[in-house]
């Protein structure tokens, strides 16, 4: 990582917003932390730099011209596995929720200090190295009636060992299900259970997401098989699960 000062090339970021004084603010800060930093007022430009180049982590304003901010993470998430974090002037929970039900994994509201926005790339950066790590040493994986879900390359399949996408709200939120099976869990302690660093992200979306899965992995979302709803007290997952650790 840039910060830990090893001998691997610099990360490299993808900045997008169409604020010059931002753009120069953020390109500046994040290059003096010792990040590869490439800027662009232009979405449309953004885009082609990204087809070109390999990058590890994309900051993208919501609300830009051409291409706006959602439309771009959704087309960077469709291609690659870069870490996205999204910044907004406009504090509306719904873009909030719907920017990381598309696969961002972290939103930042305008206006913003440069040491906010600092930590929370070194985080996402720092998770995505994780995995990468993890995806070279072994791999975990749960099954599921027919479903199998590999916690090392964040991979669903369902029983036709097709891919199901998944958005990181909704990876996040199967793993705290699939680890505490046959249990009630409260909307607390789904929280409890979230990675610190991702819990405000979910505060006010957890049925949102949930919802979300049931019509991934449900055959009957409204009669559902392993997402069941405990009246008045939350949720619980009913399956047998099996899980296998290769090396």
């Known amino acids: 990582m840039a910060d830990e000062q090893n001998l691997t090339s610099p990360d490299k970021i993808l900045v997008i917003d169409d604020d010059p004084e931002l753009l120069d603010l953020v390109q500046r800060f994040m290059t003096s932390a010792g990040y590869d930093v490439f800027p662009f007022e232009d979405s449309r430009e953004a885009l082609a730099a990204f087809d070109e180049s ?24 469709d291609q690659s596995n870069i870490g996205i974090i999204i910044l907004s002037g406009r504090i509306e929970t719904t873009d909030r929720i719907i920017g ?27 998770r995505r190295q994780e ?20 916690e090392t390359t964040r991979i669903l399949t369902n029983p036709d060992r097709e891919f199901e996408a998944l958005t990181s709200g909704e990876f996040e939120m199967l793993l705290v299900l699939v680890n505490h099976p046959n249990r009630t869990l409260t909307r607390d302690q789904i929280l409890e259970y979230l990675d610190k660093s991702d819990r405000p992200n979910f505060d006010r979306s957890i049925d949102t997401i949930l919802g979300r899965l049931r019509r991934k992995i449900e055959v009957d979302p409204k009669n559902p098989q392993f997402i069941k709803t405990v009246r008045g007290v939350g949720y619980i997952f009913t399956a047998e699960m099996r899980s296998r650790i290769t090396k």
Do not use: C, Q
């Open 131 to 150: 995995i990468s790590i993890l995806s070279a040493t072994k791999d975990k994986t749960i099954s599921f009636g027919g479903w199998t879900i590999n």
């Open 54 to 77: 390999n990058f590890d982590l994309a900051i993208v304003d919501i609300n830009l011209p051409h291409i706006d901010g959602l439309s771009l993470t959704r087309m960077f998430k």
């Open 100 to 126: 990381l039900e598309i696969g961002a994994d972290d939103y930042l509201a305008k206006p913003f200090e440069p040491r906010e926005l600092l930590a929370r790339a070194r985080s996402v950066l720092r």
